[in-house]
């Protein structure tokens, strides 16, 4: 039982570049969530999906598309990256809504020269 | 401000002290949450209380929420050196479905 798991752990890329950070769960959960973490800055909701077939937007969703390919996997694009996105991403699922318990990944740290 | 700010923002005390860090936020929750992040870590689940609660234990830590004030308290008691990490308040709003993180407390036990 691994719980959520990212890939990669860490990532550089230039600017303009794209990406897709992976993420998978195997704990049967319903919602799976994207944030971002920046200094002093908190954790930040990126996008979510509260089931399979349905994303959302959340605080900071500009430059970022993602996919909720099955239950297990919800994957983040950046499409074209910016040195703005310079940041740690984690992904993390809950049982049913986003006010349970959230289990988090170990997270990805990408750097945008 | 924003909603869940932790303060104080780092806290370092001795081995064996206990550690209260407290949580402040602005609208109605339905509940708030606990974690902790080691560094370069993501983050794990504490505790949970419930707006109807005022007070929660699970083992060196205690918890607590006062709706009429909006804030919450951990209390760490008997800190040890592996307490070392950064705490994090994560509010659930009502009619909201998001968890809202705060800027997170930086706690050092000092050996």
């Known amino acids: 039982n691994a719980g959520v798991t990212q890939t990669p752990k860490f990532q550089v890329l230039k600017t303009g570049q794209s990406m897709t950070l992976q993420c998978a769960q195997d704990?049967?959960?319903?919602?799976m969530y994207w944030y971002r973490q920046d200094p002093g800055m908190g954790l930040r909701l990126i996008y979510y999906s509260a089931s399979e077939g349905t994303t959302d937007k959340g605080e900071v969703p500009n430059g970022y598309n993602v996919s909720r390919l099955n239950k297990r996997e919800f994957s983040l694009r950046l499409e074209s990256a910016a040195p703005s996105q310079t940041s740690v991403y984690f992904c993390?699922?809950?049982?049913?809504?986003?006010?349970?318990?959230?289990?988090f990944g170990p997270g990805t740290r990408l750097l945008v020269l | 401000s924003q909603q869940g700010e932790e303060d104080p923002q780092a806290l370092s005390i001795q081995e064996g002290e206990n550690a209260t860090m407290n949580c402040s936020y602005k609208t109605s929750i339905n509940n708030l949450q606990w974690y902790r992040q080691n560094s370069g870590r993501g983050l794990v689940h504490l505790i949970l209380?419930?707006?109807?609660?005022r007070e929660k234990h699970s083992g060196r830590l205690r918890v607590t929420l006062d709706t009429s004030k909006k804030s919450s308290s951990l209390l760490i008691t008997a800190s040890r050196a592996a307490d070392t990490a950064s705490y994090f308040c994560?509010?659930?709003?009502?009619?909201?479905?998001?968890?809202?993180f705060g800027q997170g407390t930086r706690l050092t036990i000092n050996p």
């Open positions: 704990m049967n959960h319903n919602s």
């Open positions: 994560a509010t659930a709003l009502q009619g909201a479905q998001k968890l809202v």
């Open positions: 993390a699922s809950s049982a049913l809504t986003s006010r349970e318990t959230q289990y």
């Open positions: 209380i419930r707006s109807n609660e």
